[in-house]
């Protein structure tokens, strides 16, 4: 498996006794050392789990120790709050047969645990589960961290997206955008497609562009600009104006790559400041001379745009310090959350006056109360960019009063924002909810108020564990519970929470109070895991494959199950010393050559090696592939790789091999025979165009002399007979030059040529065109003028046998007719010869095609049985087919079909 190690040789069988001997106690002095948590469950009658073993790492992670645990029932260690979950999985572990895995949080002495736990069953011979082995992955501080990144990856997107400013980045060598968020789409009316991957300065006004260039320029070459006014473009052709600030994403070297800048919407302002710049002569007298303070505050920004002296001398600031401070810059801390809210409020377009109370820090940190009137400035139904505060001293007032506050409103600020559920309720109705809570469940915060008992929440399947949760708070057999079920969500989709509930009193009465999580896609996720997980297992058994990994930093290696079967080592939950594989490789020192080249020299690891398993069964090939992984800075880390059984396959290439040696041995032989059948085959040619025609040429000549000098002297009888003679002369003679044919069709080299099919069919009508006349047929040729590739001597055998068959079929019909004709398809030319002669019945369809075989008698239609045989023959030669459909009286058509060349 490429790991450096010593092949150790094993002398006698006392010598292996004692080496598992000492493995036992290496793996037990191991497993007490090692960091991951194991644990082992002797099985009882009526599913009762005992503690037999557990480690080190066992009693660290729940602070326990060892006489506390060990042959004690897990439903005494385990929290109560962990039993259902535990003892299910148990369970379908031993039902399964198989490894059953689960996340698990539980409170123990050391502190409230999250885990990672696995069970896997140990069978008997008699397929009986006697044991369970667990481990445990410690994960508390991951999934904490996970929580905390998730929730803050979240705040920032929001912010992002809904930040009150435009912001973009631009590439700085290409000017494109290269993002931005929602509220720049909101702001100019394009959207975000329309934005990204186009150059900056499409955004901005004509009238602006000398300035946005000029302001482009600057920040490439000092790497920032602020408070930069400018107008850019809307998508209606409005525009607006706008503040731009710009900062520089730089390399690890200071250049440039891209900007982060934000517009401030600064259109209302503009518009407002000229609007005052009209109305100040009109109302600046009276601004001045009241008797109370009073101030102009941009909505958005809260900054002070005009105060009166009055209100300066309140505070004890001068007109120019109140002139660079904001709305807040003197609100007491503890009124700064009011003051948002109210802020946020003028921003809507219901322009209503309305009174505040407030606490102001003056300058020199004195606090006094004052009621402040605000007034939005604004035309009615429109969104209030400005608006005016009239402040009075009701400080002596105010000082009389009580100075607390309403706890109700402090809670309301905190949970109304919480991004977790939060919830109150009584036995049968829900007291409060927040915001989220409603969200969770698919409803509004009144309809759960309304219509829902606290249990409706959740699925019908977890509803009665949850309203026994309920009944043990309120009765106080418990003080909290933490548990995870399915929720009953408003539109029917799957849902999983994670509720934490306590019981507590307020205002003498018995409720509950919590709060849920939802933990749906982290479910859904787990699900996908585990059937992904179990996928890749069942893969590597089917395939028989097996997975280790080594961190070249140690002298343990990580192995698979399946790699383990592979090695003979039983089902150990994990790692194994290098020794022990070590010792079953036979060929360590080409095992240990390629981890070395793969290590140092980077030369591919896929090698093929013997090994003796440990549990004694026989010897295996084995095939091994490796990788090397390296860290951010090149150097070598670990080594993970793949492990197959080929032992099967090596056997099989070695049949193979034999096979084939003896495979190649019969075709010798057959082609030896086939080479001498070929020489008989000749040989019989031979004497048939030579041996066998001689003889009949004697009996044709001598039998032509009796009838040409003796005619006179013969009765009529005897000149029958030397007919016949002559006739049946002419009909061998005409069987044996057709068997040559066929033979010599056999032998005939293929050859593939180019020729125009119209021209070929014209040519074999040619030798025909005196029978046409004669029998009066007409022949019709509607073959394209078109070419094919094929074998031109074997096409021309099957046409003219066609076409002649043709003639001599139909010759006896009423108005004979012989028509050809091609089709086409991507792979084929078909080629057809039709006639409206006598037909035959289909039910000798493959009858006709064999040599020899006739439908008539020879004093009727003249032939030798072959001519379909050829036809056919040549077909089958040419990789094509040959059919015919018929009907008695009605006439044939034969095809012919020639596979095109690819």
């Not at 299910?88 to 409170?107: C, F, H, K």
């Not at 040619?766 to 040729?781: P, R, T, V």
């Amino acid at each position: 498996m490429g790991i450096p190690g010593h092949n150790t040789k094993i002398e006698s069988a006392d010598r292996t006794a004692e080496i598992e001997f000492n493995n036992y106690q290496n793996l037990i002095l191991i497993l007490e050392n090692i960091s991951d948590i194991i644990f082992y469950l002797f099985v009882e009658p009526d599913e009762k789990f005992r503690f037999k073993y557990v480690n080190n790492a066992f009693l660290l992670f729940t602070g326990l120790k060892k006489g506390q645990i060990i042959g004690r029932y897990a439903r005494e260690i385990i929290p109560s709050t962990s039993h259902k979950l535990v003892f299910d999985n148990y369970r379908l572990a031993i039902q399964t047969g198989n490894t059953v895995s689960w996340e698990e949080v539980s409170e123990y002495p050391s502190g409230k645990k999250t885990g990672n736990v696995s069970i896997t069953p140990v069978f008997d011979n008699s397929e009986n589960c006697t044991h369970l082995l667990g481990t445990i992955k410690d994960i508390t501080s991951i999934h904490n961290a996970e929580e905390k990144l998730k929730l803050s990856e979240s705040r920032y997107q929001d912010l992002y997206e809904n930040a009150p400013d435009m912001l973009l980045s631009v590439d700085a060598e290409t000017s494109q955008v290269i993002q931005c968020n929602h509220t720049l789409e909101k702001k100019t009316g394009f959207l975000k497609e329309e934005i990204m991957g186009k150059p900056v300065f499409n955004l901005y006004h004509p009238n602006c562009l000398d300035v946005a260039t000029k302001s482009f320029q600057d920040f490439l070459t000092k790497g920032e600009l602020h408070n930069v006014e400018l107008q850019i473009r809307k998508k209606d052709g409005g525009f607006l104006y706008v503040i731009l600030d710009v900062s520089a994403v730089r390399n690890p070297k200071g250049k440039i790559l891209h900007s982060r800048s934000s517009w401030r919407d600064i259109t209302q302002l503009k518009l407002v400041e000229k609007s005052l710049k009209k109305s100040e002569i009109k109302y600046q007298t009276l601004f001045e001379q009241t008797a109370v303070g009073i101030a102009q505050i941009h909505t958005s920004t809260g900054r002070i745009i005009k105060v009166n002296k009055k209100l300066c001398s309140m505070l004890g600031y001068s007109m120019d310090e109140m002139l660079t401070m904001n709305y807040q810059s003197f609100t007491h801390p503890d009124d700064l959350p009011h003051d948002l809210d109210l802020q946020q409020n003028l921003r809507s377009s219901d322009n209503r006056n309305f009174n505040v109370q407030k606490r102001c820090i003056c300058k020199d940190q004195s606090i006094l109360w004052f009621n402040i009137t605000v007034m939005p400035l604004s035309k009615k139904g429109k969104i209030p960019q400005y608006f005016m505060v009239i402040a009075a001293d009701i400080n002596d007032h105010k000082m009389t009063e009580k100075k607390t506050e309403s706890s109700e409103q402090k809670f309301k600020a905190l949970v109304e924002q919480s991004i977790t559920g939060i919830y109150i309720f009584k036995k049968e109705n829900f007291i409060y909810v927040n915001k989220q809570f409603a969200k969770i469940f698919g409803y509004t915060q009144d309809e759960i108020l309304l219509n829902l008992k606290p249990t409706e929440v959740i699925s019908q399947e977890d509803r009665l564990k949850a309203d026994d949760y309920v009944d043990q708070r309120l009765a106080g057999s418990v003080e909290s519970v933490h548990y995870i079920a399915q929720g009953n969500h408003k539109q029917g989709r799957e849902l999983w929470v994670e509720i934490h509930g306590t019981h507590v009193f307020i205002d003498g009465e018995d409720v509950i109070t919590g709060t849920v999580l939802d933990i749906t896609e982290r479910v859904l996720a787990e699900r996908a895991l585990i059937k992904s997980e179990k996928r890749l297992k069942r893969a590597q058994e089917i395939g028989k494959l097996g997975y280790w990994q080594q961190e070249l930093n140690s002298n343990m290696i990580w192995a698979s199950e399946e790699a383990k079967k592979i090695y003979g080592f039983p089902p150990i939950e994990g790692e194994l010393p290098q020794e022990m594989i070590a010792a079953c490789i036979q060929d360590i020192n080409l095992v240990e050559q390629a981890t070395k080249d793969l290590v140092e020299k980077n030369i591919k690891y896929d090698i093929e090696f013997a090994i003796l398993p440990a549990d004694g069964s026989p010897e295996k090939i084995v095939s091994a592939v490796a990788e090397l992984e390296r860290d951010a800075k090149g150097k070598s880390q670990r080594i993970s790789g793949v492990l197959r059984d080929i032992s099967q396959s090596k056997l099989a290439e070695e049949e193979i091999k034999l096979l084939n040696a003896e495979l190649e041995n019969r075709v010798k032989q057959r082609t030896a025979q086939l080479e001498k059948v070929n020489k008989e085959l000749e040989t019989f040619s031979y004497s048939v165009s030579h041996d066998l025609k001689a003889p009949l040429r004697g009996i044709d000549g001598y039998s032509k002399l009796l009838q040409d000098l003796y005619v006179n002297e013969l009765n009529e009888e005897a000149r029958l007979f030397i007919s016949n003679i002559r006739k049946s002369t002419v009909q061998m003679n005409q069987l044996i030059e057709d068997l040559l044919a066929y033979s010599r069709l056999e032998r005939q080299t293929i050859r593939n040529e180019h020729f125009k099919i119209q021209n070929l069919v014209n040519s074999i009508k040619s030798q025909i065109d005196d029978d046409l006349e004669i029998y009066k047929i007409k022949f019709i040729n509607t073959i394209p003028d078109i070419e094919l590739t094929a074998d031109i001597q074997g096409l021309i055998i099957a046409l003219r046998n066609l076409i002649e068959n043709a003639v001599k079929f139909s010759k006896k019909s009423t108005d004979p007719l012989i028509e050809t004709g091609l089709t086409e398809t991507d792979r084929y030319w078909n080629i057809w010869v039709r006639d409206n002669g006598i037909g035959f019945d289909m039910k000798y369809h493959n009858r006709i095609f064999e040599i020899f075989q006739r439908l008539h008698r020879t004093e009727d239609y003249p032939g030798t049985g072959i001519g379909l045989a050829m036809v056919s023959k040549a077909m089958q030669r040419m990789g094509g087919r040959v059919w015919a459909t018929s009907k008695p009286g009605i006439g044939s058509t034969f095809n012919l079909e020639i596979v095109k060349p690819q």
